[in-house]
């Protein structure tokens, strides 16, 4: 597992992640003053935590027993000052995905399981966990079972399925937009490149065509204020 960080000069530097082993990292979260990634301590295998102050040191830290599996993705509530992560589809059940809460990224405890509407594989995973921009307790979160989203609206303690009537072909990232929400990008049937929005969790999630976008993965977006998102892609038509 390989981490960058960027120096004050504007160099990167690249280094290692203890205890991985040809492992993969998912995701990373910043909150409390340290940050907190997760992922795969070795091949599909191992449930990976590390945390780090400054982005440079880095130091695993022990999941729960309750989660083997490794971990897809992670955010952080400034609201509620918790971090949640979820895991990869739990076989051979195969019909949920397990979610971690901590309040200091060290200490962890379980959380809420993510039951969806039919069997996974152990490759499908929490894809994706973004908070609410305007506070309150509202998670989010979307796997790659057909592109489901679930919500919690008590500081991830348990979690319900949202109204989606999308096609939705890809996994969808989930990013904490301006305001109230919390902003989606991935494919669906005939609009390769759309944006799925919701007001904190309390309605379904709609679609809109990004203009210019051309293409059908790789599209990333960042909250510059309330009224401003900037997005990058790996196939831009503007």
């Given at each position: 597992?390989?981490?960058?960080?960027?120096?004050?000069d504007g160099?990167?530097?690249?280094?290692?992640?203890?205890?991985?082993?040809?492992?993969?990292?998912?995701?990373?979260?910043?909150?409390n003053?340290?940050?907190v990634?997760?992922?795969?301590?070795?091949?599909?295998?191992?449930?990976?935590?590390?945390?780090?102050?400054?982005?440079?040191?880095?130091?695993?830290?022990?999941c729960?027993?309750?989660?083997?599996?490794?971990?897809?993705?992670?955010?952080f509530?400034?609201?509620?000052?918790?971090?949640?992560?979820?895991?990869?589809?739990?076989?051979?059940a195969?019909?949920?995905y397990?979610?971690?809460?901590?309040?200091?990224?060290?200490?962890?405890?379980s959380?809420?399981?993510?039951?969806?509407?039919?069997?996974?594989?152990?490759?499908?995973?929490?894809?994706?966990?973004?908070?609410?921009?305007?506070?309150?307790?509202?998670?989010v979160?979307?796997?790659?079972?057909?592109?489901?989203?679930s919500?919690?609206?008590?500081?991830?303690?348990?979690y319900?399925?949202?109204?989606n009537?999308?096609?939705?072909?890809?996994?969808?990232r989930?990013?904490?937009?301006?305001?109230?929400?919390?902003?989606?990008?991935?494919?669906?049937?005939?609009?390769?490149?759309?944006?799925?929005?919701?007001?904190?969790?309390g309605?379904?999630?709609?679609?809109?065509?990004?203009t210019?976008?051309?293409?059908?993965?790789?599209?990333?977006?960042?909250?510059?204020?309330?009224?401003?998102v900037?997005?990058?892609?790996?196939?831009?038509?503007?």
């Amino acid at each position: 597992c390989a981490v960058w960080h960027l120096k004050d000069d504007g160099e990167w530097n690249a280094g290692l992640m203890p205890s991985c082993s040809a492992g993969l990292l998912n995701g990373v979260a910043y909150g409390n003053g340290r940050f907190v990634a997760v992922g795969e301590t070795s091949t599909g295998a191992g449930c990976g935590l590390w945390t780090s102050t400054d982005g440079m040191s880095w130091s695993s830290v022990a999941c729960p027993a309750t989660m083997a599996k490794p971990l897809g993705s992670i955010a952080f509530n400034p609201a509620t000052n918790t971090f949640a992560a979820g895991g990869y589809c739990e076989v051979p059940a195969g019909v949920s995905y397990n979610v971690i809460r901590s309040a200091d990224g060290f200490s962890w405890a379980s959380g809420a399981t993510i039951t969806i509407g039919g069997p996974c594989v152990g490759t499908d995973k929490v894809h994706s966990m973004s908070a609410s921009a305007s506070g309150g307790e509202t998670f989010v979160a979307i796997n790659t079972w057909g592109g489901n989203f679930s919500i919690s609206t008590n500081n991830g303690a348990s979690y319900a399925n949202a109204p989606n009537t999308l096609s939705v072909t890809a996994p969808t990232r989930l990013f904490r937009g301006g305001s109230s929400r919390v902003i989606g990008t991935g494919q669906s049937a005939g609009s390769p490149a759309s944006s799925y929005t919701d007001d904190n969790g309390g309605t379904p999630f709609s679609a809109s065509v990004l203009t210019g976008f051309a293409g059908t993965s790789g599209f990333v977006l960042a909250s510059t204020g309330p009224n401003s998102v900037v997005g990058l892609a790996d196939n831009c038509g503007l």
